[in-house]
């Protein structure tokens, strides 16, 4: 069975307190992964697709990487903007059209 | 103008009436979804269609059906609500390929009481 697993479920940090928030997955023959962006009350928005292991993407203060077991959203030295849940999701094995997403890790960024 | 649209963006209804949720898109995707979010369990998939002849059933589509009225508009009803069908429901389109990220709508947040 396809799995997403995302961890830490809510991560705290001040404001230029780098860190990584991790998505493990378990599918068969891994054709991408995608992060995303979800701000309360609106719906998810695309941040990054990583195709293959080893690739990486940066976008501001967001750096995702990619391993054949895992990926990592490393944020460096966040702001208070960067406040939001972040998702990630991978096609299912039955359907590449179809996204199995993890839970999500809620980030807080403190002044 | 935004992309993906959904109407409405709240609603408060009661146990037993049929709603029915919107989705418009102007990005010219073909295929189009229906999820619904809960606390502590993510977007889990209800309805989706490839193309506007194309129809399938998502994780948990009991208590849901849809009706994909032209390329651009993908409609979700509930035929008799249920208050646990109170949650966010999005709305997300894709371009046609394996590796196709999802554009998701603004929402809508229903109650059923």
């Known amino acids: 069975e396809d799995q997403v697993t995302q961890s830490p479920e809510a991560l705290r940090l001040q404001e230029g307190e780098s860190s990584s928030l991790n998505c493990s997955y378990t599918?068969?023959?891994?054709?991408?992964l995608f992060w995303y962006r979800q701000d309360p009350g609106k719906g998810p928005e695309f941040l990054f697709t990583l195709y293959s292991a080893g690739e990486e993407k940066e976008k501001e203060r967001l750096k995702a990487t990619l391993t054949k077991k895992e990926s990592f959203l490393h944020i460096t030295a966040p702001k208070p903007e960067d406040s939001a849940t972040y998702l990630c999701?991978?096609?299912?094995?039955?359907?590449?059209?179809?996204?199995?997403f993890g839970a999500g890790t809620q980030v807080v960024v403190t002044p | 103008d935004a992309d993906v649209t959904q109407t409405p963006r709240n609603r408060i209804t009661k146990t037993g009436k049929r709603i029915m949720l919107e989705c418009s898109q102007t990005k010219g995707h073909d295929r189009m979804y229906w999820y619904r979010q809960d606390p502590g369990l993510g977007l889990r998939l209800i309805y989706y269609s490839f193309d506007v002849k194309d129809i399938n059933k998502g994780e948990i589509s009991d208590g849901y059906s849809v009706s994909r009225q032209a390329q651009a508009k993908f409609s979700l009803s509930l035929e008799s609500a249920i208050p646990n069908q109170t949650a966010l429901y999005f709305c997300?389109?894709?371009?046609?390929?394996?590796?196709?990220?999802?554009?998701f709508g603004p929402g809508t947040r229903l109650t059923v009481l």
């Open positions: 599918v068969s023959g891994l054709r991408g």
């Open positions: 999701a991978v096609p299912k094995t039955d359907s590449w059209g179809k996204l199995q």
């Open positions: 997300a389109t894709s371009v046609q390929g394996a590796y196709n990220e999802q554009f």
